[in-house]
């Protein structure tokens, strides 16, 4: 099975990049001090509540009307940057649960502990940080890269989207311009 990479991000070759997506959170079955952290694309959120050892959904992006309004449809990519950045913050509270390690559940690296009153905090500063990183722009895309990119490879090609963005940055500036002109 190929997995989603940093790497696949920053040279645009991950998986449905455009995809509409949604990052979630879910209670673990039968481990209710557990959540899991993950995205998946809009198409697939049914299959996502048919997997057994998620007892419920507690947050979804998408259900976030205020930030879709604003931002539009979260794709794909910046879904997978957003759980990457997120997981990044959240080691302290990574842990694996034995048993689903053992049968090797897809989500048991996305596993996170929290109290009953952290998981209330957390869920609320999850809502803010997603709605935040989603109307930055490249502001808050910089931001996770910092924090996430380490190798070599990865840094070349963050150099050169860093660039890409001055670019575009640049022109968009010389358009306003332009038209300030034009209404003087």
Not at 51 to 79: K, W
């Amino acid at each position: 099975m190929a997995y989603d990479t940093l790497l696949g991000y920053l040279n645009g070759t991950l998986r449905y990049g455009d995809a509409p997506s949604t990052i979630y959170v879910a209670e673990i079955k039968g481990h209710p001090e557990f959540i899991k952290i993950g995205f998946c694309q809009l198409a697939f959120r049914n299959q996502r509540r048919a997997d057994p050892f998620i007892n419920s959904i507690l947050y979804e992006s998408c259900q976030d009307h205020d930030t879709t309004n604003v931002a539009g449809d979260m794709p794909r990519s910046e879904a997978f940057l957003i759980e990457q950045y997120i997981h990044a913050l959240l080691t302290s509270h990574r842990e694996l649960i034995p048993e689903l390690d053992e049968i090797k559940w897809s989500g048991r690296y996305e596993t996170f502990r929290f109290s009953a009153t952290g998981r209330t905090q957390f869920l609320d500063w999850l809502a803010y940080e997603v709605s935040w990183l989603r109307t930055r722009g490249t502001d808050s895309l910089e931001q996770m890269l910092d924090q996430l990119v380490t190798t070599a490879e990865e840094c070349e090609l963050y150099e050169e989207l860093k660039q890409n963005w001055e670019a575009e940055r640049a022109l968009r500036m010389k358009r306003i311009a332009r038209a300030r002109k034009v209404k003087a």
